[in-house]
C-alpha cells in the first residue's frame, strides 16, 4: 500500500504519462530500448528506483493471473478469430495461420473495463454481445498495429528506418483511426 | 485516492495484455516496438474501451433496455462497412454455433424479453 501512496504524487508532477507498469515490463522484456529509458530513469533520483521495485512485487500476482486467463482464452477463440486475420495482415501471409491464437485484451479484464465505464449501475450485458465486444477491440488493436506498420515503412523511406514502432506513428493514424471504430 | 488506485491497477492489467500481444505480433511480422508505443496504445485502447461502454450503454437505454444485445454491439460499427461486414460475420457464426438460424437483417429473436422483464421491474417499482 504505501509504494502505491508513493507513486501517486510522484506521476501527478508530469502530463497524464503512462508511467505505472514500465518497471514490470520494460526490465525484462525490452532491453533493445533501455538507453532512452535510462536517461529518463536517471533524471530521477534514486528513491525512484527503490519505489519500482515495491509496485513491481506487488503488481506481479495481477499481471500472471492475467496471462493465465488469455491462454484459457486462446482455445475459444481460436475458430472466431479466423477470417478478420485476413483483412488485416493482407501483406504478410505467414502471419495469417498463427496470428489468431491470441486475442489483446483478455475477456474478463474487458468485461471489467466496460462496467467501468457505465454510468447507471444496473446496466447489464449479454453474453454475445460482450463476445461480440471483444471481436471489435480485438479488430481495433490489430488495426492500430498494421496502420502503425504502415506509418513506419512510409517513414522509412525519407531516412533512417530501424523498424521500430514509435509513438509519432501512432500519433498519426490515432485521429482516422478512432474516426473508423 | 481509491478510485484513482484502481484505474491504475486496471490499466496496468491493460498495458501488460497489450504489450504481450503486441510483442507477438512484433515477433511475428518482424518488427519492434518501443516501450513508448506500447503505453500510447494501451493509452489509446483505454480511451476506446470507455467510450464504447459509454457509447452501449446509450444505445440500450435508447431502446428502453437495461441490458445490452448484440444489436448494440452492432451499432458500434455503423460508420464503418468494412467492420460491420466482419461483426456480422462474427455474429452469423456465434448463431450458428449456439444453433440459432442467422437472421441476415433484422433480428427478431426474443431477446425483448430480457428487456421486457428489465421494464417491468421498473413498472413495478412505480
Known sequence: MPA?????????????????PRPVKSAGQKAAAAPKRASAAASRPASAAKKAAPSASKRAPMT???SSESEAEDDLSDANADEEMEDISEDDDRATSTEATRDPIPANLLIRLLYEGFEDQNTQIQKGAMELVGHYMNIFVREAIARARFERRGAGKGGISDGFLQ???LEKLAPQL???F | ????????RLKSALWYSIGQFVDDECVKQNLNATP??????????????SN???DLETFSKHAGRR???EDDVMLLSRRNEGLETVLKQVLDEMKAKEGRPAVPEKKVRGRPSGASAGKGKGKAKQ
Open chain 1, 64 to 66: 500472471t493471473l492475467i
Open chain 2, 1 to 8: 485516492m481509491a478510485d484513482a488506485d484502481k484505474e491504475e
Open chain 2, 52 to 54: 464504447t461502454s459509454r
Open chain 2, 67 to 69: 441490458i445490452i444485445n
Open chain 1, 178 to 180: 478512432v474516426l473508423d
Open chain 1, 167 to 169: 509513438v509519432e506513428d
Open chain 1, 4 to 20: 502505491t501512496k508513493d507513486t501517486g504524487p510522484a506521476k501527478r508532477g508530469r502530463p497524464p504519462a503512462f508511467k505505472p
Open chain 2, 36 to 49: 513508448q508505443f506500447i503505453g500510447a496504445l494501451t493509452e489509446l485502447v483505454y480511451r476506446q474501451i
